[in-house]
């Protein structure tokens, strides 16, 4: 039951965390860029950016999804075979090793920004929503990977 708590609560975070605002960048004390990670993506790909808008929404929006949708059916003891949740739970091990891509991207993303020298930079509530997201999601991830031995057969 606290798993399944964890996990509504975590979409919910990543689900106001991508789409409300994250950053405000200021340049030249005049012009002012609000955004969310949605939004980031959706500007990447407008001005035909289209390899960095994929990687961005891949590891930041189609990785946790992947990641949750496997979460759901490790804990769906009554719904989903054995077989299913293992096969859910080697793959969530997969998608463990690239959790903090959504953290480096983030990192980038305004470290990026800061560089510009004549911009500043204000943090807004959907970082704080992602970064939430994040530290439940691997605290979930641990809690659902720590009942199973992942050891593979090397031949």
């Known amino acids: ?3 399944r708590v964890f996990l509504g609560v975590s979409i ?6 991508i789409s409300m ?3 405000t960048l200021q340049k030249f004390f005049v012009m002012n860029d609000t955004f ?11 001005i035909k950016e289209f390899f960095l808008a994929a990687v ?5 929006v189609l990785t946790p999804v992947l990641k ?5 059916v490790v804990l ?19 998608i463990c090793k690239w959790s903090m ?15 510009g020298g004549l911009a500043t930079v204000q943090v807004h509530v959907g970082l704080f929503f992602f970064a939430g997201y994040v530290l439940l999601s691997m605290l979930l991830t641990y809690r659902l990977l720590s009942g199973y031995s992942l050891q593979t057969n090397k031949s």
Not at 36 to 46: K, N, Q, T
């Open 21 to 23: 605002p994250m950053f």
């Open 76 to 94: 769906s003891k009554e719904h989903a075979s054995e077989s299913n949740r293992l096969f859910a739970v080697r793959n969530l091990s997969k």
């Open 68 to 72: 949750f949708t496997f979460s759901w």
């Open 12 to 17: 919910v975070f990543f689900g106001l965390g």
């Open 1 to 3: 039951m606290f798993d």
């Open 101 to 115: 891509a959504d953290v480096f991207i983030i990192s980038i993303l305004a470290a990026t920004i800061k560089l």
């Open 36 to 46: 969310s990670l949605l939004g980031g993506v959706h500007e990447l790909f407008s």
């Open 56 to 60: 961005i929404f891949s590891f930041s």
